[in-house]
């Protein structure tokens, strides 16, 4: 294995229709504040990320620079399937924010499910991005694989 020198993960990219909608949606329901929001004038490279974590999220626009408007359509189409996006989030109440997100009309795919690696559930995002919350519990990577191998 070559050492490439990378030392971390510092943004990952989420599709979303509507900058405005998306920053409410998860700043407002998810508790994530904002790390830059700058007009490029070809872009608005909007940032958030999680209080005391260093990694960003890329709330980008579908369309934009990186897409013909045909790719674009298409990739809207499979957004509000939930073909694509994609984050798993954890918390150290699970049934708590699950309560809350519930209560706030948050769209819920999947209610709390106890699975060998802990508690999680699923939402949708305002667009169709599938986020899936989890409290995890102390099982080793092993013991999670034995439960599943022996259920």
Do not use: C
Not at 11 to 31: C, K, M, N, W
């Amino acid at each position: 294995m070559t050492n490439n020198h990378i030392t971390s993960l510092n943004i990952r990219s989420l599709p979303v229709l509507d900058q405005d909608e998306a920053l409410d949606f998860y700043t407002t329901h998810l508790g994530f504040e904002v790390r830059d929001d700058i007009d490029l004038g070809f872009m608005r490279w909007l940032t958030i990320g999680v209080p005391g974590q260093d990694s960003s999220l890329l709330l980008e626009l579908v369309g934009g620079p990186q897409h013909d408007e045909s790719t674009a359509a298409q990739v809207r189409e499979l957004v509000t399937k939930g073909a694509l996006g994609g984050l798993f989030l954890l918390s150290d109440d699970v049934h708590a924010t699950y309560a809350a997100l519930a209560e706030a009309g948050v769209e819920i795919t999947q209610e709390p499910v106890q699975q060998p690696y802990g508690t999680d559930f699923g939402i949708r995002d305002p667009f169709g991005n599938q986020v899936r919350i989890s409290q995890p519990n102390a099982a080793s990577p092993a013991e999670v694989k034995d439960a599943y191998e022996n259920a």
